[in-house]
């Protein structure tokens, strides 16, 4: 039986931190209707303790759209926290509070932190967040070149404090899909948690071109929700792409076994809004959203074994993939 999966955007939050990423308040909220259309099921709307002018954006944001929970990062401080408060208060369901905090020994040293203080900082912001009637998500940064475990102590107390999602970041990319995958799976099987209550969830980025591999092998692993990008973009080189990893699973169900709600007819739509918005183009032979994705000069047929069928349905012209992006 297929596994229902937990769709993450952090578009507007990760991948606004992208060189060259700017969007005003109204383009924020036009991309984030278009990820309702798509079907994500929870929108990072952005960084409400980053200034006044994000907590404006996120606030908006939060009190205009219906259907897709509405999540905002904060690290473990109070003053962030109640940023994220403000920005999510009025949010049509409950919001939902991305906790995030150092695990890793790079990370602790940069901090000036040690472990037991670190451990402390988790249990102390998440218990404030979950007063606050906050759905708390806590990641441990750089995760993966953490100790596994000091990864289970302190995912074991962001359990017994209040998180009900658990996210596992390869924030520098660093990891293979074996030490991802390994990786989750051994905390899945040794956090303390009650079955059935908490997510794991899988958070990668692309340094070494591992971000969409890595991405499923955590699904592979046992995760319940993966957080991605629209085309990719964030900061360096960029996050998961959305697109790739939900048709890889929607091409490969006999593989994963595991399931959407993206409507796959508007990937395309949705990779295009935010290219003509941010300015960041794809390139042509991009996965799933290139220009050439369909494209040949001569040679073999090609025969794409219906794998793009419902994302083609969308587009009304019938050689879409001929088009050049600016067409």
């Not at 990786?183 to 990668?204: K, N, Q, W, Y």
């Not at 000069?297 to 069928?309: F, Q, W």
């Amino acid at each position: 039986m297929a596994r229902r999966v937990t769709v993450f955007d952090t578009t507007l939050r990760d991948g606004e931190q992208s060189p060259g990423f700017g969007l005003t308040a109204e383009q924020k909220l036009e991309v984030v209707r278009q990820l309702a259309r798509l079907g994500v099921d929870v929108i990072e709307a952005g960084y409400p303790g980053g200034s006044p002018s994000h907590l404006a954006a996120v606030k908006r944001i939060a009190e205009t759209i219906e259907g897709p929970q509405i999540a905002a990062l904060a690290r473990a401080n109070r003053a962030e926290i109640d940023a994220v408060y403000a920005a999510l208060g009025g949010a049509k369901r409950q919001g939902r509070i991305h906790i995030v905090l150092g695990t890793s020994p790079i990370q602790m040293a940069q901090d000036q932190k040690r472990p037991h203080e670190v451990v402390t900082m988790a249990r102390e912001a998440i218990a404030y967040a979950r007063s606050l009637g906050l759905q708390v998500q806590f990641s441990a940064k750089d995760a993966t070149r953490s100790e596994p475990s000091f990864l289970t102590q302190i995912f074991t107390v962001a359990v017994r404090a209040g998180a009900t999602i658990l996210n596992v970041p390869d924030t520098l990319g660093y990891a293979t899909a074996k030490e991802y995958h390994d990786l989750m799976h051994h905390l899945i099987e040794h956090v303390d948690a009650p079955e059935g209550l908490v997510t794991f969830s899988a958070h990668c980025h692309n340094d070494l071109g591992q971000a969409v591999g890595n991405t499923l092998a955590g699904l592979e692993a046992g995760a319940l929700q993966f957080e991605s990008t629209i085309n990719g973009i964030g900061e360096r080189a960029g996050n998961a792409a959305l697109e790739e990893v939900v048709m890889a699973l929607e091409t490969r169900k006999d593989r994963w076994q595991i399931e959407t709600g993206i409507k796959t007819q508007e990937l395309y739509r949705t990779s295009r809004l935010v290219q003509s918005l941010t300015g960041l183009a794809v390139q042509p032979n991009k996965a799933v959203v290139g220009a050439n994705i369909l494209a040949r000069e001569s040679g073999i047929n090609l025969d794409h074994d219906e794998t793009y069928d419902d994302m083609l349905s969308a587009e009304p012209a019938p050689n879409w993939q001929m088009r050049a992006w600016g067409d």
